[in-house]
C-alpha cells in the first residue's frame, strides 16, 4: 500500500504562485505513475498533471491546457516526493488539490482518475 500526504495550500492573489507537495510512503517500489487532480465545488474533478517514471527517472509529463505553461509537475527521488509548482495563479484554478499513485501503471502517465489507486487526503487552494 501506498500513502500520501498532500501539502503547500493556501490561499494567494491573483497572478502569485504555490507550490504543491505530495509525500509518498510504504511500499513507493512500484509507483511510476503520479498526478494531480483538483476539484471545486459543483464541478467535475479534473486531471491537473501528471507524470510517468521509469526507475524514477521523468520519462512523460501531461498537462490540461488549462495549466499548460503555468504548471510544472515534478518528482525529487531522494525526497521521495512530488510537487507541482502553480505559477500565475487565477481565481478559476482555486480548488482542493488531490495527488494520486499507481504502481505498475500500464497507462501514464494520465489525467484520468480511475487510473490511481491511491489518493492523499487534499490540500485547498484558494486564489482571490
Known amino acids: 500500500h501506498v500513502q500520501l500526504v498532500e501539502s503547500g495550500g493556501g490561499s494567494v492573489e491573483t497572478g502569485g504562485s504555490l507550490r504543491l507537495s505530495c509525500a509518498l510512503s510504504g511500499d513507493t517500489s512500484g509507483v511510476n505513475c503520479m498526478g494531480w487532480f483538483r476539484q471545486a465545488p459543483g464541478k467535475e474533478r479534473e486531471g491537473v498533471a501528471s507524470?510517468?517514471?521509469?526507475?524514477?527517472?521523468?520519462?512523460?509529463?501531461v498537462y490540461a491546457d488549462s495549466v499548460k505553461g503555468r504548471f510544472t509537475i515534478s518528482l525529487d527521488n531522494a525526497k521521495n516526493t512530488v510537487y507541482l509548482q502553480m505559477n500565475s495563479l487565477k481565481p478559476e484554478d482555486s480548488a482542493m488539490y488531490y495527488c494520486a499513485a499507481e504502481s505498475f501503471a500500464a497507462r501514464c502517465p494520465s489525467r484520468t482518475g480511475e487510473d490511481y489507486r491511491y489518493w492523499g487526503q487534499g490540500t485547498q487552494v484558494t486564489v482571490s
Open positions: 507524470i510517468h517514471t521509469y526507475g524514477r527517472t521523468t520519462v512523460y509529463t
